[in-house]
């Protein structure tokens, strides 16, 4: 059964070191610092990440989100944000009626994914490769 996607929801995976083993359980694709991005569940399944939205939800996240210290923030690399970027934007085009927004857009009290999404959406440009 195809789900009605109205959220798209962008998230830290809030830990460390990327050579270290992650679980990756509670979203739908990860983007690495690689910018290689994992799917890690099918769009289909509901993950049980935010109560409020789950049932119309896609999960994103990028790998990291603590800095050395411990701190949540953002520690997106350059090519991380541009895989995640991107994901965002095949995602929109796949689900027109959904709104991209941060997990702490949801959640106040939740400094997930460690940057407000709508201004770095509304700032952000890709790199485009004009031949």
Not at 34 to 46: Q, T, V
Not at 99 to 125: M, Q, R, T
Request: with cysteine; charged share 25%; proline share 5%.
């Amino acid at each position: 059964m195809k789900r009605h996607i109205r959220h798209i929801v962008v998230h830290s995976t809030a830990t460390f070191d990327p050579k270290v083993s992650q679980f990756y359980g509670d979203f739908h694709y990860v983007v690495e610092r690689s910018g290689e991005i994992k799917k890690i569940h099918s769009e289909n399944d509901i993950i049980k990440n935010i109560p409020a939205v789950d049932n119309e939800a896609i999960h994103v996240a990028y790998a990291g989100g603590r800095n050395k210290t411990g701190n949540l923030g953002d520690t997106r690399t350059p090519v991380q944000e541009e895989a995640l970027f991107n994901k965002l934007l095949v995602l929109s085009i796949k689900y027109p009626a959904a709104v991209i927004i941060g997990h702490s857009d949801l959640e106040a009290a939740v400094p997930c994914p460690g940057f407000s999404v709508k201004e770095w959406i509304k700032n952000y440009e890709p790199d485009i490769a004009v031949a």
